[in-house]
Structures are given as C-alpha cells and as structure tokens.
C-alpha cells in the first residue's frame, strides 16, 4: 500500500523532522498575506488623507463661520456694556462736579460771611481813610500853687469822651495806642495810666479811627460832647494833634472772646410775648 504524503512519521521516531507544506498551501498564504497588507496600506492611506483633508480645509467653512460670528458679537456686546459703563461713569462725574460746583460756591458764600462777620467783631486789621488823633498830658512846666494836679494830666472819661465822639462821627474802626476798641472795650484809670483791654497804656495816647475824615476830625474839634475837653485843654495846656490821613491803620482785636455769661439764645423754645391786658 503506497504512502500518502501527508502521512506522518512513525510515533517511534524521536529525532523531530521539519513539517514541510505543499506548494499550493505557501501560494494561497502569501496570496492572503498580500491582500491583507494591500488592505491595510489603503485603510492606512485613506486615514492620512482624511486627516490632511481635515488640515487643509479652508476657515470658512460653516462651523468655523459660526465660531467667528459668535466671538464677533460677544466682542460686540462687550464693547456695548463698557460703552454704557462709560456713559454712566461720565453722568456721575458730571453730578459730582455739579454738586462740587455748589458746595463751593456755597462754601464761598459762607466764608464771605464769616470774613464779614470777622470784620463787624474787630477781628481782622483794617486800614482805610480817616483821623489820627494824639492826646498828652500837661506840658506846663511848673503846676501853680493851689492848683489841682489831677487837672494837668488825661483822665479815662476824656479818652471815654474822645472814643464815643468818633463812634457818634461814623468811625468804623478805632485802636488807642494799638489796642482795637470794641464796643465792650473797658477803659479806666490806674494811676496816670488808663487799662484798654486789660493792658496798661500810657500818654501820649495815639487814637486811629476809619471813617469820613472831615466828619471826625469836625467831631473831635466842634462837636458839644468835646467842648469841656477843648476848653480843658486849652487852660491846662494839654496838647491835641489831629491830622486827616489817607490810609489809617487799625490793629486787629487780640484779647479773649469768649463770653462767660451769654450765649445765643434758642428763640423757638421761648414761648411768644403776649400783650399785657389793656387797663379800663
């Protein structure tokens, strides 16, 4: 009985033999292994040709044209909402300047007020035209026996007479040897010595005094309230020396301010006066 070749070898061979396969079967495989890799090269080839599709497609197409007009309009409507911010933000600089304007204007008013209100109290140096007036003691020499000393020298009514003459001629501002007179100015006698402001001055006494200057020098030398001085300084020869001048300087009040009994009173809480009854 003839051997077929595909027969295998006697199980009591123990030297192993090299499996040999027919030629039809080598074709067939490499047949196959050829499609496969055919196949796999075309699979390989279209995958790179879709990606270099997908690279080299232009940037209009339609997602990307929706891509660009969606960041176009949020752009858009950013630039929208800092356009308003802007509008708002220059409304409200505009108010604030507004307001700025009139609390400084209102502050002007205010500080003018102050400012006048520091002139009408003495509180600032003024200066303007008006009348120095110069009072001494006696310069007599020798005072005759029986004759009174106290009539040779400047008392504080006579100052008093001299201040309230000026006041009553329109001056406006006075200072006696640099100390601003007030209307609460006190002035008395100490000694040869008068006190203005709680300070100790002495003859000659310089007087300044702002106003019309003819009216104050006529007041000082004509009115009725100085006769008594004028005459008194004529027989005790007590020297007077008023001039007009241009520019009068007046110092500044310097003493305390503040009051020690009053103080403003609260007008709403007082109830209104009423008549008093009318008597039959």
Known sequence: MARSPFTLPALRETRPRRIALPGAHIVALSFVLALAGLAGGGLIALK??????????????????????STITNLENEQADLKRGLIDARAQLEKLQAGSAQEKAQLGDLTAAINAERVTAGLVPLEGPGVVAIFQDSTAAVIPQNEDPNNYILHDYMLRDVLNT?????????????????SNTPLYCVGTTVIVNATRLSPPYEVHAIGNPDALEAGLRNSPQMRQFNERAQIYDLPISIQKVAKVQVAAYSGAVAMKYAHPG??????????????P
Do not use: C, F, H, K
């Not at 790179?48 to 007009?69: F, G, V």
């Open 266 to 279: 609260d007008s709403a809480d007082e109830p209104a006066p009423t008549a008093a009854p009318a008597t």
């Open 166 to 182: 000026l006041w009553a001629g329109g001056a406006e501002a006075i200072s006696m040897n640099g100390e601003r007179v007030l």
């Open 48 to 69: 790179w040709q879709e990606r270099s599709d997908l690279l080299q497609q232009p940037i209009t197409r339609e997602s990307t044209r929706e891509t660009i007009a």
